[in-house]
Each structure stands twice: as structure tokens, then as C-alpha cells.
């Protein structure tokens, strides 16, 4: 597997933060971030999304922002990932 090099993935377009790669690919790169931490769960990056987004949510970081750093336009998205139980 090769080592992932965060550089290569930079946007050589002012318009995008990041050059992501597809699905495959980027579940790929994810799967070797999960084994250099000694993970040994099966995660994708659907799975890590929506982890992510819930991490945020029990911080109490309002939906505003969690629907920013996700990439949404809205936060109907964000309403809508709250886990059972949560306000």
C-alpha cells in the first residue's frame, strides 16, 4: 500500500480545499489511516462522515457550523444525522 501523502491531495484549484479522489480511492486512503491507528473495525468514509458529524454534535457545536465543516448547504442535513436521544 503506499503512504499517504496529504500534499498530493491538495486542490490545484483555488476553488477546492482538497483533491479527493473517488469513493474506492478514498476508502482505500481511509482504510490505511484506520490500520496506522491500530483500528482493526471495517469503517468507510460514509461511516467516518457521519462519526464526524456526530462527534460535533454531542460537542454541542451548533448546526450551522457542523453543516459547514460537512459541506452542506443547509442544515436540514444535520438535523436529520442527530442521534436518537439528542436535542
Known amino acids: ?9 491538495l486542490a490545484k484549484q ?5 483533491l479527493l479522489p ?3 480511492s478514498s476508502n482505500k486512503v ?3 489511516w484506520i490500520k496506522a ?3 482493526e473495525k471495517h469503517i ?3 461511516c467516518a462522515r457521519l462519526s464526524f458529524s456526530v462527534l460535533l454534535q454531542d460537542k454541542n457545536v451548533d448546526n450551522a457550523t457542523v ?3 460537512m459541506g452542506h448547504t443547509t ?4 438535523q436529520a444525522e442527530k442521534p436518537n436521544g439528542s436535542n
Open 14 to 18: 483555488p476553488t477546492k480545499v482538497f
Open 44 to 46: 468507510t468514509w460514509s
Open 30 to 32: 481511509l482504510d490505511g
Open 75 to 78: 442544515t436540514d442535513l444535520v
Open 22 to 24: 473517488d469513493a474506492d
Open 67 to 69: 453543516a459547514y465543516l
Open 37 to 39: 491507528a491500530g483500528i
Open 1 to 9: 500500500m503506499k503512504k499517504f501523502v496529504p500534499h498530493l491531495y
